[in-house]
T-cell receptor
Framework: NAGVTQTPKFQVLKTGQSMTLQCAQD?????MYWYRQDPGMGLRLIYY???????DKGEVPNGYNVSRLNKREFSLRLESAAPSQTSVYFC?????????????FGDGTRLSIL | SQQGEEDPQALSIQEGENATMNCSYK?????LQWYRQNSGRGLVHLIL?????REKHSGRLRVTLDTSKKSSSLLITASRAADTASYFC???????????FGSGTRLSIRP
């Protein structure tokens, strides 16, 4: 049971570099989400995809872009990384958006921007 | 921002004791969820309680919801070392299609 798989697990970037975080789920869920978790804070929503073909901004979208490649995959791209984007990034999925549905999380990508 | 807030921020108890953590929120909700996060791992869903429910149980977990006080509590009975983790409440607000996570309670179980 893979659930939600995130790659890579760790990454160090220099300021200004770009990278894409990958996420895939094998639960046939319709909705997928990207969060960031900073020390002492809860998860903050960056972007979400309620269903294949749609994406919407969350609470902290600036500096990020997303692509819902297909029903299984949802990627997060940092076009020009900044030190403020140092964080742990989590991908999650659920059967439907919100609507009393629990979310299933991957184990995160730990990203450091130097 | 609208956010559930857990209390206490950190809790250390002896193995076998009960652990209680609380969550407060600000406006009307559709549901409130509790998640557990072990060190270095993703969040794991524990229990969801809807706004019209007052109490739910799952194994050693008991969750209560008081909508008049805008608060919820998570009780873990007969704690074990494996319960050491951070616990987060997440509120789905009626007015917005999103879930807001609190900053969590760090629970440590002493042997």
């Amino acid at each position: 049971n893979a659930g939600v798989t995130q790659t890579p697990k760790f990454q160090v970037l220099k300021t200004g570099q770009s990278m894409t975080l990958q996420c895939a789920q094998d639960m046939n869920h319709n909705s997928m989400y990207w969060y960031r978790q900073d020390p002492g804070m809860g998860l903050r929503l960056i972007y979400y995809s309620a269903s294949e073909g749609t994406t919407d901004k969350g609470e902290v979208p600036n500096g990020y872009n997303v692509s819902r490649l297909n029903k299984r995959e949802f990627s997060l791209r940092l076009e020009s990384a900044a030190p403020s984007q140092t964080s742990v990034y989590f991908c999650a999925s659920s059967e439907a958006p919100w609507s009393n549905q629990p979310q299933h999380f991957g184990d995160g990508t730990r990203l450091s921007i130097l | 921002s609208q956010q559930g807030e857990e209390d206490p921020q950190a809790l250390s108890i002896q193995e076998g004791e009960n652990a209680t953590m609380n969550c407060s929120y600000k406006t009307s909700i559709n549901n409130l969820q509790w998640y557990r996060q072990n060190s270095g791992r993703g969040l794991v869903h524990l229990i969801l309680i809807r706004s019209n429910e007052r109490e739910k149980h799952s194994g050693r977990l008991r969750v209560t919801l008081d909508t008049s006080k805008k608060s919820s509590s998570l009780l873990i009975t007969a704690s074990r070392a494996a319960d050491t983790a951070s616990y987060f409440c997440a509120t789905e607000y009626s007015s917005a299609s999103k879930i807001i996570f609190g900053s969590g309670t760090r629970l440590s179980i002493r042997p």
